[in-house]
């Protein structure tokens, strides 16, 4: 039996990870990302969920304290990216949401459906 390309591209994506090993892929992917020019909505959430896997990551016993340490330094940088970006488009996301939506008090990561098509 053969596979089709997608079957083995798909194979070829499968890892069996542990589970630090996994938490840190997720973060280099989300990281990527954020990275590769995410629309400015998501690059605070982007920002913000890469310093929460950090933050988880380095408090994994089975990195050495240095790796840690670097962990926490790069989680604090995260963090201030994070922040950064929300306080940046916390003025316009509001401003936004107050014209089209005037209940809606908080940030969206996507339009209303009727303002998408």
């Known amino acids: 039996m053969h596979r089709t390309e997608s079957e083995s591209l798909a194979r070829d994506e499968e890892y069996l990870l542990?589970?630090?090993e996994a938490q840190l892929a997720a973060t280099l992917a989300l990281m990527t990302g954020f990275g590769h020019g995410c629309c400015e909505a998501h690059r605070p959430a982007i920002a913000g969920k890469v310093a929460d896997q950090l933050q988880?990551?380095?408090?994994?016993?089975?990195?050495?304290?240095d790796m840690r340490a670097l962990l926490q330094r790069l989680q604090r940088r995260w963090q201030a990216v994070s922040e950064a970006s929300a306080a940046q488009r916390e003025p316009r996301a509001e401003a936004a949401a107050e014209t089209r939506h005037p209940s809606v008090a908080h940030a969206l990561?996507?339009?209303p459906l009727e303002t998408l098509q």
């Open 18 to 20: 542990a589970e630090g």
């Open 56 to 65: 988880g990551l380095s408090g994994d016993s089975s990195f050495s304290p």
């Open 109 to 111: 990561w996507h339009a």
